[in-house]
């Protein structure tokens, strides 16, 4: 009895750190609710629906963890042969016939049923002949949209860019199959005694159908023909559905999964995520609620699904939570492989709670705590500091700038920004959904308009109609009465409208930089802007855009103020992007939070700790603390209309572009003002300065190589080629693959040492 006591303490204090890890049940919630939000406005694809998966959409943030997304074709269904009657209601749709003989279970062939006439199908390069019938072929499918750019490699169903090796992002292309597949119709009736899913939960998933992603059978002759039955959208609610305490024991095994099982060579990849969450989820169904319902009990429950997960690979199979006649062990967990994963799992199951020491997260954990260090973890857990720290990291995390593809579907992501704005039922937090709306403009502003479109006499009419477009937007953010309320001054903000007179406004300030120009330099508008308009429109346009801009300054402490110093320098007001620039450097303090696109925030205590001191509990709402504390990066692309012509040379060997964190770029900015102004002594010091940013803790060239780039090219504008080539082989060698360093060598003529490594 005492060692049953002394575990459930154990376990007790080991859900209370795991607190930390995954967020108190309120901050789980939030984490999933704001992701959310974040992907909302960007959904506007006409060709694809994207379903936003992985551990980020599960409310999980780890290190490491890829980014998914299923791209779900608008304009084909999959239909069963037994749906005859439904072809009419999808008239307007390309029909695939899903068809499973022959076929292993949760697998299927798709025979082509009807192509429409109205919309070009995106399968009929995959089109094959097989066994009398014409099919969709899932490997060729998958190679096509693979090839269709180079930065692309197949990776199971997904096609994975990597062309940011800190964070892999894996795109699934699927169809969507609008009724629930006869492979899995025993998962709605099966008994489940403890009511997990509930009927309701089943209800809705199976109305929601399921997808087949392109990935055949390993161990089928047919396996370049046949498609995988995806239930990813089902999964996704299952996992939302777990109790605080599941989902704990869920994200326990995905970590020693990451942090012990694949430190061993001989077994790393055997087991992915996706066998823990079928795991967890019969554990789920076939565990009393009792044994939920408390912390102590953790840690059983965790042995539980190691135990069975052992015998899943002793047996050699590992059931398919849908389709449990579905062998998910089949051509993976084999041989010597499986041998050597069930003696490890073993070992580590003897070893008790040990184990978890092996995990980088609980190396100095407490197997025997006392009721003391169970009430001081609560306590700590408890705190109003701790606990608005965690909910505003969790705010800055999901702080997310998403660029369109086109200015077309820029303008919806805009509308459904705004309307989800106006809907509080939606998200009840204000100032999330104000941030939300700024990102969103801003990413749509950066977007270069299309290259066809010219301004002339006939187009006035047009032109007109979206200026007013634009006005009316900018006008529903004006006079929405959300609003109405003035941000708090900040020291920033007051700094920024001090520039110049003290007697003009901020308002007649960027009219003043917009309009100005120092002695001796020339506007510089080359990828500004594709047409030629009058100096009337050109004034107007841009007065817009600065506009806008100015609405943007007020997501963060660099990335909009960055931005609009950028805009200024490519209308030649270099001194007036100057001052800004040194704003933005002066606005870092101690307990500002640098959030990286790839890598995310960085861990530091003492900013941790100073955050909490000068933020935290002083009645800040989370606008407020967002434009005077967090700092994002800068993404530059080709599509981006804010990219100076200097780093133009660097993104055309990369894939979609490549981040800059802030210092860096405002030190490379101030190199650059100067260099156009020439002013040689302070040109200099802005090379010293950007070259004492390479070691930065957070923004250092050890963990963004880019900053290599930014200093070989101000070593170029100052004839120090030997000096540039040294930084671009260095950037290459921490980088090799998508560099735009290799462009920059190859035209000083030097020879390309690093490549693109091999893919497996």
């Known amino acids: 009895m005492e060692m049953f006591d002394s575990m459930c303490r154990s376990s007790m204090y080991l859900s209370g ?38 551990s980020r959409s599960e409310g999980l943030w780890l290190p490491g963890s890829d980014m998914d997304i299923m791209m779900v074709v608008r304009d084909t269904v999959v239909l069963s042969l037994k749906l005859g009657e439904h072809f009419k209601k999808y008239f307007y749709h390309h029909i695939l016939i899903m068809r499973d003989e022959g076929c292993r279970p949760g697998h299927v062939v798709l025979q082509v049923g009807n192509i429409s006439v109205f919309s070009k199908s995106t399968f009929q390069m995959a089109i094959v002949k097989h ?144 066998f823990l969450k079928t795991v967890v989820f019969f554990v789920a169904e076939n565990t009393p609620k009792q044994l939920w319902s408390n912390g102590g009990l953790l840690f059983i429950n965790y042995q539980n699904c190691l135990k069975m997960l052992t015998q899943w690979v002793r047996e050699g199979h590992c059931p398919n939570y849908f389709v449990p006649k579905n062998n998910m062990f089949l051509g993976r967990v084999f041989g010597k492989g499986q041998e050597n994963l069930a003696n490890i799992l073993d070992s580590y199951c003897s070893m008790g709670m040990e184990m978890l020491k092996k995990c980088e997260y609980f190396e100095n954990l407490n197997t025997t705590p006392s009721m003391k260090d169970l009430v001081e973890l609560e306590l700590v857990l408890r705190n109003a500091k701790e606990a608005e720290f965690r909910k505003d990291m969790i705010a800055f995390m999901s702080n997310t700038l998403m660029y369109p593809v086109s200015r077309e579907n820029g303008l919806k992501s805009v509308r459904r920004a705004l309307k989800f704005f106006g809907d509080s039922e939606k998200f009840e937090d204000e100032n999330s959904r104000w941030i939300l709306l700024l990102n969103t403009l801003l990413g749509t502003l950066s977007l270069l308009p299309d290259q066809e479109k010219k301004v ?17 937007i900018l006008d529903q953010m004006e006079t929405n009465t959300n609003l109405k309320q003035e941000l708090e001054p900040s020291n920033f903000s007051s700094s920024l ?97 640098f959030k990286s ?68 770029y405002a030190a490379f900015a101030t190199f650059l003002c100067f260099y156009h102004l020439g002013d040689l002594k302070k040109q200099c010091q802005a090379l010293d300065d950007l070259q004492m940013m390479m070691s930065h803790n957070e923004q250092g060239a050890h963990l963004h190589p880019v900053v290599y780039n930014l200093v070989g090219l101000c070593l170029e504008l100052t004839g120090d080629t030997s000096g540039a080539i040294d930084q671009y082989t260095e950037s290459l060698r921490r980088r090799p693959a998508y560099n735009g360093a290799n462009k920059r060598l190859k035209e000083l003529g030097v020879e390309i040492i690093y490549q693109r490594p091999l893919q497996s």
């Open 17 to 54: 750190l795991l607190n930390i890890v995954t967020g108190r049940e309120d901050e789980l919630a939030l984490k999933r609710k704001v992701d959310e939000m974040m992907w909302y406005p960007h959904d506007t694809d006409d060709l694809h629906r994207k379903y936003f998966g992985g």
């Open 131 to 274: 066994k009398g019938l014409q099919v969709v072929s899932s490997s060729a499918f998958r190679s096509k949209l693979a090839s269709l750019h180079p930065g692309v490699v197949e990776h199971g169903p997904c096609a994975s860019i990597l062309d940011n090796p800190d964070l892999e992002v894996d795109l699934a292309t699927a169809f969507h199959c609008p009724e629930w597949p006869d492979i899995a119709r025993d998962w709605i009736t099966r008994s489940r005694p403890h009511g997990w899913p509930t009927a309701a939960m089943i209800d809705n998933i199976v109305k929601q159908g399921c997808h087949v992603v392109p990935v055949g059978d390993k161990t089928s002759e047919n396996v370049s023909v046949e498609w995988r039955v995806s239930f990813a959208r089902a999964e996704r609610s299952l996992v939302h559905s777990l109790n605080h305490l599941q989902f704990k024991l869920y994200t326990l095994l995905k970590l020693f999964l990451k942090q012990v099982i694949n430190k061993h060579e001989e077994v790393r990849d055997l087991i992915s995520s996706y």
């Open 456 to 472: 002339n006499s006939d187009d006035e009419d047009t032109e007109e109609s979206k200026s007013n477009e634009t006005k009316t």
């Open 497 to 593: 409208s001090n520039i110049g007179d003290h007697n003009t406004t901020p308002q007649t300030k960027c009219d003043e930089y917009l309009t100005s120009k120092e002695p001796g330099c020339t506007t510089a508008t080359t990828g500004l802007y594709t047409w030629k308009p009058s100096n009337k429109e050109r004034y107007r346009e841009l007065r817009r855009c600065k506009y806008s801009l100015a609405h943007c300054t007020q997501i963060d402490v660099s990335r909009g103020w960055l931005t609009l110093a950028t805009f200024l320098y490519m209308l030649g007001s270099y001194n007036s992007a100057l001052k800004i620039l040194q704003l933005v450097k002066e606005s870092y303090c101690h307990f500002t939070i």
């Open 597 to 664: 696109s790839s890598g995310g925030i960085v861990p530091n205590q003492d900013r941790d700790n100073a955050y909490k001191k000068n933020i935290c509990i002083h009645g800040l709402s989370l606008r407020n603390k967002t434009t005077a504390v967090l700092s994002l990066d800068i993404f530059i692309s080709e599509t981006n209309r804010f990219c100076p012509e200097e780093l133009q040379c660097l993104v055309e060997d990369t894939l979609t572009g490549f981040h800059i964190p802030p210092l860096p």
